[in-house]
Nanobody, 127 residues
Framework: VQLQASGGGLVQAGGSLRLSCATS????????VGWFRQAPGKEREFVAV????????YYGDSVKGRFTISKNSAKNTVDLQMTSLKPEDTALYYC?????????????????????WGQGTQVTVSS
């Protein structure tokens, strides 16, 4: 599957931003699509993931309650609505995807299971 992330930009602390991940080449609904981020000098961090089949979601602790992941089946996109943004949310955000063998594979924050990675979109939150 191919992934194209968009929607990054510069926003003030407390503001909102919406990222979008366009997916193509997916041939079934046995997919998980999500987001990771990486700030300069820091380790890659799991943000959120959604199971295409049933819209089940899983969030990283640092974004829970502030970010919402959702999908648009008609457009084949996965969006990440980010609210109450903080300077520590500044990072390059990557859209990721994994193909699963069955419909109810557990959602995970482990980066090594996501075989498809998009090019990244920069989010900068000023204080």
């Amino acid at each position: 599957v191919q992934l194209q992330a968009s929607g990054g930009g510069l926003v003030q602390a407390g503001g909102s931003l919406r990222l979008s991940c366009a997916t193509s080449g997916r041939t079934s609904s046995k997919y998980h699509v999500g987001w990771f981020r990486q700030a300069p000098g820091k380790e890659r961090e799991f943000v959120a993931v959604i199971r295409w089949f049933d819209d089940d979601t899983y969030y990283g602790d640092s974004v829970k309650g502030r970010f919402t992941i959702s999908k648009n089946s008609a457009k084949n996109t996965v969006d990440l609505q980010m609210t109450s943004l903080k300077p520590e949310d500044t990072a390059l955000y990557y859209c990721v995807a994994r193909s699963t063998g069955s419909f109810r594979v557990t959602l995970t924050k482990e980066a090594n299971v996501y075989r498809s990675w998009g090019q990244g979109t920069q989010v900068t939150v000023s204080s």
